[in-house]
């Protein structure tokens, strides 16, 4: 289903978690987001791709905002395309486990794909903050997204006006957390790009894109809440409504509670082990 489209970019939505995948066009390149989820939709998007290089031909690339199983599976179907992603998903320590979990999700709903399932080889490797590709006239500019996973990028294409964020600044979801500190980093370096770039579309990874910069930010501010509450949980305590009510907003909860319970065990063990490492070093400090 195509969620949004203007004269350069188009935003198919899975059927399945309201995956997007991006398809975005200039003079002198096709650029593919993210291919997703269903066979049938994957091929949508081939063939997208095949009709823009039919109506003019230039070189195809293949973007991973991260290496989350599902945003990195339909990589086998553009067998020509120049592939983009941080050195995080290049050099990702269980590739084999991500492909085991693009099969397993396929043998649960019984489907083949008419390609071979790998884990992407990476062209354009992203390795720091502000770093730029050059393709024909169009820059895209990339930043560290981590926090949801430790390999995600953000991308900015300022002539077009657009950020595309992969997991973070969804309204379908709260944040979803591997790590906390860098996932609260991630968020306040994406208020910086809406505030120093000129931003007038935000393509999440899952859910609505937005052209409004005022939505960019309450979801922002929303993340951030969210994390500042369940960070409270451990420290101060009694937030526990506050967090049920918060989580309550998302229209598919019970869909993803269990993630929130999974951000309560890791902000739990990082907070844990904050005091515990303190704890150590006024140990040292008392020996001295
Ligand atoms: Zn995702």
Do not use: C
Not at 226 to 241: A, D
Not at 260 to 276: A, F, L, P
């Amino acid at each position: 289903m195509i969620v949004f489209k203007n004269k350069h970019v188009t935003v198919f939505q899975s059927s399945i978690v309201q995956t997007n995948s991006t398809v975005i066009e200039t003079e002198d390149m096709i650029l593919v987001v993210d291919p997703a989820w269903l066979p049938s939709e994957v091929e949508m998007l081939r063939v997208e791709v095949e009709k823009l290089i039919r109506e003019a031909d230039r070189p195809v690339y293949l973007l991973f905002t991260h290496s989350d199983f599902d945003h990195v599976l339909g990589y086998g179907a553009f067998p020509k395309a120049k592939t983009i992603a941080s050195i995080g998903v290049k050099e990702h320590s269980a590739k084999e486990e991500i492909v085991k979990k693009i099969k397993a999700f396929d043998d649960e709903i019984y489907v083949k794909r008419q390609y071979e399932i790998e884990f992407p080889q990476i062209n354009h490797v992203i390795v720091e903050d502000g770093q730029k590709l050059t393709l024909g006239a169009t820059v895209l500019t990339f930043y560290r997204a981590p926090g949801h996973t430790a390999d995600g990028i953000f991308t900015v294409i300022d002539s077009l006006g657009i950020f595309i964020g992969g997991d973070y600044l969804s309204d379908q979801e709260f944040p979803f957390i591997e790590n906390r500190k860098d996932y609260e980093r991630t968020l306040v370096k994406a208020a910086g790009i809406v505030e120093n770039h000129p931003i007038t579309l935000y393509i999440p990874g899952h859910g609505q894109p937005t052209d409004d910069t005022r939505e960019i930010i309450r979801r922002q501010q929303n993340d951030l809440q969210y994390i500042r509450k369940l960070t409270e949980l451990f420290s101060v305590g009694n937030k526990k409504n506050e967090l049920e009510e918060h989580i309550n907003q998302y229209e598919f909860i019970e869909g993803i509670r269990q993630e929130h319970d999974k951000n309560m065990e890791v902000v739990k063990k990082e907070i844990v082990q904050d005091t515990s490492q303190n704890l150590w070093n006024e140990d040292l400090e008392d020996r001295k």
